[in-house]
């Protein structure tokens, strides 16, 4: 089975740091891309950050470049959010999620299936 937990969530002030982190089964982490989206209330959700699971490469929206990092740690099935200098409009709640078409990119977004439950991340001013 599918599954995808994301945890580290929390309430920091603005410039503040959070690191999240997503556990995935086996079969989920073998996914060709892993991703981190969010979606604040009355929004879409959008994706932030991709990295493909085997070549390691890294995709970013250009709202948070520079301040966010994504990796992995394959020993653990685990895909990190490092997340700095946070600013309030960061406040949303995060979504670890994964996509397995190999012909796709991994900032194809509307490629993501499977979803973990998300994490709440509010940055206060």
């Known amino acids: 089975q599918v599954q995808l937990a994301e945890s580290g969530g929390g309430s920091v002030q603005a410039g503040g740091s959070l690191r999240l982190s997503c556990g995935a089964s086996?079969?989920?982490?073998?996914?060709?891309?892993m991703g981190w989206f969010r979606q604040a209330p009355g929004k879409e959700r959008e994706g932030v950050a991709a990295?493909?699971?085997?070549?390691?490469?890294?995709f970013y929206v250009d709202s948070v470049k520079g301040r966010f990092t994504i990796t992995k740690d394959n020993a653990k099935n685990t895909v990190y959010l490092q997340m700095h200098s946070l600013k309030p409009e960061d406040t949303a709640m995060y979504y670890c999620?994964?996509?397995?078409?190999?012909?796709?990119?991994?900032?194809?977004?509307?490629?993501?299936?499977?979803w973990g439950q998300g994490t709440q991340v509010t940055v206060s001013s």
């Open positions: 990295i493909d699971t085997a070549a390691g490469s890294t």
């Open positions: 999620a994964a996509h397995p078409f190999l012909a796709m990119p991994c900032r194809s977004w509307s490629s993501y299936n499977t």
């Open positions: 086996t079969y989920a982490y073998r996914s060709h891309c």
